[in-house]
């Protein structure tokens, strides 16, 4: 017989999760959640995809793992969109209107995923008023500047399939490629390999 306490774990999950949800929806500001919140329910989902589950259990199992799927995509989506709502209110130097200084979002009341998205997409908006601000005072040499960044960038793959020789858009020679074989390639040139499926990315340097 299947064990059903994984089944019973998912069910207190969802509960915790749905009951954390109306929270969150019903304010306008981050609330308190567990910091293992997003990992819990990943483990939770993942024990529920490994159990052995049969007949009616079976169907509960799979109808569990869909339901805690989506109400822990629903919160993080919720909290999600408060942050970026916190962004896009933060007064910026393009335009003359500034709106008004949104309040900070209070760091202690995130996990550690949230703080990672909020770092990469505050990168981002810093990127845009850079440029923005370029184009305001007519300065092509921070736009410049910063196609040189992107032109310098590297990513790491690992190539599928074999690859013969070619020229990168920095005018080097690479290749040729055997599959699994691991290289640091211009960005632009790793994109459109990664993209016709002849290779896959690592990181990014």
């Not at 770092?119 to 005072?137: N, S, Y």
Request: aromatic share 6%.
């Amino acid at each position: 017989m299947a064990d059903n306490r994984g089944v019973y774990n998912g069910s207190q999950a969802i509960i915790d999760i749905v009951n954390l949800l109306k929270k969150e929806t019903q304010a306008t500001t981050l609330q308190p959640v567990p910091f293992d919140i997003y990992s819990n329910a990943a483990s939770t989902i993942q024990a529920l995809r490994i159990s052995t589950f049969e007949g009616l259990e079976g169907l509960i199992g799979s109808a569990m793992i869909e339901l805690l799927s989506d109400s822990i995509n629903l919160l993080f989506n919720s909290r999600y969109q408060k942050m970026m709502d916190h962004l896009e209110a933060m007064p910026n130097s393009s335009g003359p209107e500034k709106a008004p200084a949104p309040a900070p979002i209070d760091y202690s009341k995130m996990t550690d995923e949230e703080k990672y998205f909020l770092e990469v997409a505050r990168d981002l908006g810093k990127r845009k008023i850079e440029m923005l601000k370029a184009l305001d005072i007519g300065n092509p040499e921070i736009l410049e500047s910063l196609s040189k960044e992107v032109r310098s960038k590297q990513i790491v793959i690992m190539f599928l399939k074999p690859m013969e020789q070619f020229m990168g858009v920095d005018f080097n020679k690479y290749g040729p490629f055997l599959k699994e074989d691991i290289a640091a390639l211009p960005a632009e040139n790793a994109r459109s390999l990664i993209e016709s499926k002849i290779a896959t990315e690592l990181h990014s340097k």
